[in-house]
């Protein structure tokens, strides 16, 4: 059994914390979903419903 490593989610905004083998990468920092991942384009919201940070 191994342990995923965790880490806060890299948008400043953002408090969510994710496994990096479920995150996506993006210019070598790591995000719980696209809409962090891209920025919030568009205001899109964070996927993780307690999230605000959209």
């Known amino acids: 059994m191994t ?12 408090n969510c914390e994710i496994s990096l083998e479920n995150a996506i990468k993006k210019n070598d ?3 719980c979903c696209e809409a962090c991942a891209n920025g919030h384009v568009d205001d899109q919201s964070c996927k993780m419903s307690d999230c605000n940070c959209g």
Not at 4 to 13: H, P, S, Y
């Open 3 to 14: 342990n995923a490593t965790v880490v806060k989610c890299d948008c400043d905004r953002c």
């Open 29 to 31: 920092q790591y995000y």
